[in-house]
């Protein structure tokens, strides 16, 4: 069975720092993705990073980085250089190249940037 | 290029009522999805369609739930009978193809109180 794993309920950031949310997961699968989505309290999901299992550099998407580390099935979202309007929840996520067509999410983390 | 759309918004209704939430996914996404949100948890899968086809049901689509998307447009959530465990943000997202690597697009849900 796939599982997605966030290990920090909150976080704090101060303004214009950098902070890196965790994410591991548990698959068996060789083919998979992972995506990180942003939902504001407004409750829509934002995506934000794309990163395949065969990627072999990380995915970078403007103030957004993933950090993927394969063997130890973690995939990490670093942003860089916080903003007041980066607060909100954080999903990690992971989605299957089989039969399978649902995206399977971690429980979040709560991001709150500190002026 | 207008998103996913759902409506209503918000929903209170009274426990044992019946309710209809309404989803229109981007107008050139034949794939569509449900998903449901409970506080404090990331989205869980309900069902999937490609087209008119529902292709994919969660075991948490329980018998008093039913989807549609009859002309693989729109698609239509019923829940009938509503206790109070169905209060979550229920959302629908959509996407133009399958595969690991596409991200799927989000609604900005449907919030259901049941009292």
């Known amino acids: 069975a796939q599982k997605i794993t966030q290990t920090q309920p909150g976080m704090f950031v101060q303004e214009k720092e950098a902070v890196t949310l965790d994410c591991t997961y548990d698959?068996?699968?060789?083919?998979?993705?992972l995506f990180w989505y942003k939902q504001p309290s407004s409750g829509e999901m934002i995506f934000l990073i794309y990163?395949?299992?065969?990627?072999?550099q990380n995915a970078t998407e403007g103030r957004y980085s993933l950090n993927f580390q394969k063997a130890r099935k973690s995939a990490n979202l670093v942003i860089s250089a916080s903003q007041l309007g980066d607060s909100a929840m954080y999903f990690c996520a992971m989605r299957f190249s089989g039969g399978y067509q649902k995206v399977t999410f971690g429980t979040g983390t709560k991001l709150q940037v500190i002026p | 290029d207008t998103g996913v759309s759902q409506n209503p918004r918000h929903k209170i209704t009274k426990r044992g009522q019946n309710v209809t939430f309404r989803c229109d996914p981007i107008?050139?996404?034949?794939?569509l999805y449900w998903y449901r949100q409970t506080l404090g948890q990331g989205p869980e899968f309900l069902t999937y369609?490609?087209?008119?086809?529902?292709?994919?049901k969660s075991r948490l689509l329980s018998d008093r739930f039913s989807a549609e998307r009859p002309k693989g447009s729109f698609s239509t959530l019923e829940i009938q009978r509503t206790e109070q465990g169905d209060s979550a943000m229920y959302l629908c997202?959509?996407?133009?193809?399958?595969?690991?690597?596409?991200?799927?697009?989000f609604g900005p849900g449907t919030r259901l109180t049941v009292t």
């Open positions: 997202a959509s996407s133009d193809r399958d595969g690991s690597s596409y991200e799927q697009y």
């Open positions: 369609f490609q087209n008119e086809a529902q292709l994919e």
């Open positions: 698959t068996s699968d060789p083919s998979y993705g």
């Open positions: 107008s050139e996404h034949n794939r």
């Open positions: 990163q395949g299992s065969y990627d072999q």
